[in-house]
């Protein structure tokens, strides 16, 4: 990766880091979930307001480390608006970008691209992807109708 790439996405990440987005309050949430990650101390809230099979509003609390922060900020950014299908799709695809997995090029990742560096540090990896784990363990949570308040510690 080019060193003004690197810098662009550095840029990115502590834009989500200082302005999170979705750090906000919403009442009577359909879905709501806590992660935590005891590696390196990150703490999530995430609540959902679905109408039908659509994400109306969201809530993304997270207190940790940048890249906890950041990634938690982008979810809130790009779910909005989304189908459940839709986000667990760019779940799964987040989730490969930062693995190394194969994915379809048919998400359109925008900020989550700056994600893509984090690979190259195992040991943040699980701070990446906390806040779509336990997005996603809600949403298949409430499906499967268990109860939607888990707690994640992958």
């Not at 195992?122 to 949570?141: F, G, N, Q, Y």
């Amino acid at each position: 990766m080019s060193d003004e790439l690197t810098d662009l996405y550095r840029d990115i990440l502590m834009e989500h880091y200082r302005f999170p987005r979705g750090h906000k309050h919403v009442d009577n949430p359909d879905i709501a979930s806590e992660g935590h990650n005891p590696v390196c101390g990150d703490d999530i809230e995430i609540k959902l307001k679905i109408d039908g099979r659509q994400v109306s509003d969201i809530s993304v609390n997270c207190v940790g480390c940048a890249v906890s922060v950041a990634s938690g900020s982008m979810l809130a950014e790009i779910i909005e608006g989304k189908s459940l299908e839709e986000v667990k799709k760019i779940a799964t695809t987040v989730k490969a970008l930062l693995t190394g997995g194969e994915f379809a090029n048919d998400v359109d990742l925008g900020d989550l691209e700056a994600l893509k560096g984090v690979k190259n540090f195992p040991v943040r990896i699980k701070c990446a992807l906390l806040s779509w784990i336990t997005l996603v363990d809600a949403i298949e949570a409430r499906e499967a109708g268990r109860s939607v308040n888990v707690s994640t510690t992958e």
